[in-house]
């Protein structure tokens, strides 16, 4: 066995795997030079290994369908797993660790969901089980905050975490375009898979922020008791309305620290047009950290990508070979608390609120007092007159509110006779 030879096991060979094996082809010579080794693949695990390709592996490398040419294999030290979902990857995974095998996954499902797990039996196993690639694409995030800014206590992390759900807010907003249309030219870019619910629903989003919370708490936030709205029910309207008063739509993950309690959620929001984050168009993410020492840094880049994300599985691949020690959470012995969560309804937001009611007298005053009995405290009101219809549109600004509170306001407002269900609601980010 060559010495100056880290072989890869790699599962799966779709996108990601397609731009992995590209880098390390294109990238060998500076590879070695960084490390003093080659990095080179052995075995690529797939479903079909008949399957016709569009990009064609070094010859040498060995198609397989069966795990155990990888997990069993002695010569290889690092599995890479790029499968996706949860039931055949996380078998992989703990057979690897078992094995003694070092893995690097881009599998952010699994990991908010079985993180606490592998994370235990790698650091049991003493092996390495790295991640770079499973929040942000190409965006060093995980090394962010597991080495760089490790030293600092982090105050806040806010992200626009899904580039598919930004594009389409960003066609929406700069082309007018409903939801539906441009969730259609987002599939035909390739930016949305056919069955776009993970995206579009905050699910993807949300399973990133779980990660992130980890890496910057040290504490298992359980996605169940997160926050998750997406942005298929978003209203054009809304979004011209927000322009006009100087925000923009964004779906938006964050996570604060309230008096040892962790507030966090996925949700669209108005973001200020002065705000970093109100800025990050189409389909690239971006995260806002603020540590207590270092202050606010700003990660951005492209989230997705054969390249991009084939990069960060590679950055990782690389880190591991550096070391001997495997700290793969940031935290000692990678011990991960439950984290002390603030119930969403007590967290407080400026928030946006569109009713449609009836054009007629003393309706402005009869919501003004129902949002007044609730502590809710106005900021701004814009009434549209629009003859045509029974309803015309009201767009109400609050200052900080409980959304407790807010929840109790609108169911009370959607059963008035005058007033039209489906209060549009949207938390103002500050």
């Known amino acids: 066995m060559d010495k100056n030879v880290i072989h890869l096991g790699v599962a799966g060979f779709g996108t990601v795997g397609t731009g992995l094996l590209k880098l390390l082809s294109a990238n060998k010579d500076w590879i070695y030079r960084r490390l003093g080794k080659k990095v080179e693949v052995k075995t690529i695990l797939v479903k079909d290994i008949y399957k016709k390709r569009e990009f064609l592996p070094p010859k040498g490398i060995k198609f397989t369908d069966n795990m155990h040419d990888i997990i069993d294999d002695p010569e290889i030290d690092i599995v890479v797993e790029l499968i996706g979902g949860t039931t ?19 599998n952010k499902a699994i990991l908010a969901e079985n993180g606490r797990e592998l994370f235990e039996l790698a650091s049991i196993q003493n092996t390495a089980l790295y991640f770079e690639a499973s929040v942000g694409g190409g965006i060093p995030i995980i090394q962010t905050l597991k080495e760089n800014i490790s030293g600092n206590k982090i105050k806040s992390l806010t992200g626009i975490l899904n580039g598919t759900a930004n594009f389409i807010l960003t066609k929406m907003s700069q082309e007018k375009l409903t939801f539906e249309n441009a969730l259609k030219i987002a599939q035909e870019k390739g930016f949305a898979e056919a069955d776009p619910t993970l995206d579009i629903e905050g699910i993807d989003a949300a399973h990133k922020l779980i ?66 984050l109100a800025k990050i168009d189409g389909p690239f993410n971006a995260i806002l950290l603020e540590g207590n020492g270092v202050g606010p840094i700003m990660l951005y880049g492209q989230g997705a990508g054969d390249l991009p994300t084939g990069s960060a599985v590679l950055s990782d691949i690389m880190a591991i070979v550096r070391t001997t020690t495997y700290n793969n959470t940031g935290f000692s012995n990678d011990l991960i608390e439950e984290a ?28 003004a007092g129902i949002m007044g009995e609730r502590n809710i ?54």
Request: charged share 20%.
């Open 340 to 367: 002390k969560i603030l119930e969403d309804r007590y967290t407080s937001y400026c928030h946006y609120f569109r009713f449609q009611v009836e054009d007629r007298p003393g309706v402005l005053a009869i919501l």
């Open 88 to 106: 055949i990857a996380r078998e992989l995974i703990k057979k690897a660790i078992l094995a003694k095998k070092h893995v690097v996954t881009a």
């Open 211 to 276: 990660i992130l919370i980890m890496l910057a708490y040290g504490q298992n936030y359980p996605i169940n008791k997160l926050t998750i709205e997406g942005i298929s029910s978003i209203d054009p309207y809304d979004i011209q309305m927000a322009k006009e008063f100087g925000y923009n739509i964004k779906l938006i993950g964050q996570v604060k620290e309230r008096s040892g309690y962790l507030q966090a959620g996925i949700f669209p929001a108005l973001v200020p047009n002065k705000h970093m």
């Open 377 to 430: 405290s106005i900021a701004q009101v814009v009434q549209r007159q629009n003859s045509q219809n029974k309803y015309v549109p009201v767009v109400f600004l609050t200052h900080k509110a409980q959304l407790k509170n807010v929840k109790d306001a609108i169911e009370e407002i959607d059963k008035l006779s005058f007033v039209h269900p489906g209060t549009k609601h949207y938390r103002i980010l500050t």
